[in-house]
């Protein structure tokens, strides 16, 4: 199987619990430094750390009690398959 990219971009919502509990994680993370958490986020703000965990939280299924629960959060979604 040939792996492909695609790039996604999804404008999303969340709740100010959701985000102090994102912003928890990021925090308890910070005593933890060599965690795999932080591979590929060197250089990035603690609100750019809070978002993305929010949306890997989203994306995930973390916050779907219920079948497309998902789609109250992602208000848009744009893709683009000419990704080098």
């Given at each position: 199987m040939?792996?492909?990219?695609?790039?996604?971009c999804f404008t999303i919502t969340f709740t100010d619990d959701q985000y102090n509990r994102a912003k928890g994680y990021v925090e308890d993370m910070k005593r933890h430094p060599n965690r795999i958490f932080?591979?590929?986020?060197?250089?990035?703000?603690?609100d750019e750390l809070i978002i993305e965990q929010i949306?890997?939280?989203i994306l995930s299924g973390f916050y779907n009690n219920e079948?497309?629960?998902?789609?109250k959060h992602i208000m848009r979604m744009d893709s683009s398959v000419n990704v080098q």
């Open positions: 040939e792996t492909q990219k695609v790039r996604t932080w591979q590929g986020k060197k250089g990035k703000t603690d949306a890997h939280r079948p497309f629960a998902a789609a």
